[in-house]
């Protein structure tokens, strides 16, 4: 079999992340086979989020707008500003509904090994946005990866340099766990920041 | 946040099998911070994949012509059919080289669970088909799960039914298993069909 335009839709799901070539085989002869409806409702969506969606002029994160609703919104809290790898994380954070200040979007995380640097997550922007006047602490909520860590240390670094208060979100022993199935460095984390 | 287009792409994307929500999150930020090119460039295939892409009049296989070009080769032999469950199936069994006949792929395979009976594969079809006068062996090669098995044992008894010579793919050990990883009920029927 080598049809050209199933192949192209098998090469295509393929650049998704965690789709490989097996994967981007069963989807693309699901859809065929099942759901062509469902392929062209992908179609559609694909091209209409990639001509709307732009990133906030303020903070970096998605929006159909110029500036998003959470940096319009006059009930947040302007002194406070929380950097986060991906709108994803500042999502989940959103969740938690524990935070009332604003967000900075980075463009991913410091990662050495895949040649991305700091002015590459988009640093700079980061520091001229932190430096408005208005910012009175910066929290740092990269993720507590190798690479997360990295990224907020560099920041901190820079930020600190510029005068700003510069906070990391606690590490601990993770709501609902049984100490015995924490791994060890999270429980020595733990008893180091206790409380 | 709530941004529809975002949205929209999401839900798009967790249409596809194996895809929840997690990952389907994952995708489109991705393909928004980091693929554009990319996005627009899976629209366009899905959306050329749809238009070209049918079913061929003979073996219900993936094609851009009426009949595909397995089943207008001259070179292969037209008097032995094999069902399989999938395209994907089919290639699998195009790669191994070991199969010089025709195919006939069927919508699926039989899962009472799901609702889907001999009916939705498209078994009449394939009775048709191998009551061409030419067929004189149709090789059952749908999957051994349980729902494999059942397909098998289904269309055997209509075709046999219909004076046509059914036979089964070999179950039997892996080829560069050792016995000791193989489970108890491959090497029970690698011995009870041993030869």
């Known amino acids: 079999m080598s049809e050209p335009a199933l192949d192209g839709l098998i090469d295509a799901l393929r650049r998704l ?19 062509r409806e469902g392929a062209r409702r992908l179609a559609g969506a694909l091209t209409e989020a990639v001509q709307r ?3 906030c002029a303020r903070c970096h994160t998605f929006t159909e707008g110029e500036v998003c609703a959470t940096c319009e919104d006059p009930r947040r ?31 991913g ?10 002015v590459d997550i988009g ?20 993720g507590f990866s190798a690479e997360g860590e ?7 670094a820079a930020l ?8 990391r979100l606690a590490r601990g022993v993770p709501a609902g766990s049984e100490l015995e199935y924490v791994d060890l460095g999270t429980i020595a984390y733990a008893m180091g920041d206790r409380r």
């Open 17 to 35: 992340p965690g789709v490989g070539v097996k994967s981007a085989q069963r989807m693309a002869f699901h859809l065929l086979q099942h759901d």
């Open 53 to 55: 969606t732009r990133h």
């Open 77 to 107: 809290n302007p002194q406070l500003l929380c950097v986060v790898e991906t709108p994803a994380d500042q999502a989940a954070l959103e969740r938690s509904g524990s935070y009332q200040g604003l967000y900075f979007v980075l463009m």
């Open 109 to 118: 995380r410091i990662s050495p090994l895949d040649g991305i640097g700091v």
């Open 123 to 142: 640093a700079a922007a980061l520091l001229e946005r932190a430096a408005d006047g208005v910012v009175q602490e910066v929290i740092l909520a990269t």
């Open 150 to 156: 990295v990224t907020a240390h560099a920041l901190a």
């Open 160 to 167: 600190r340099a510029r005068g700003l208060k510069v906070t």
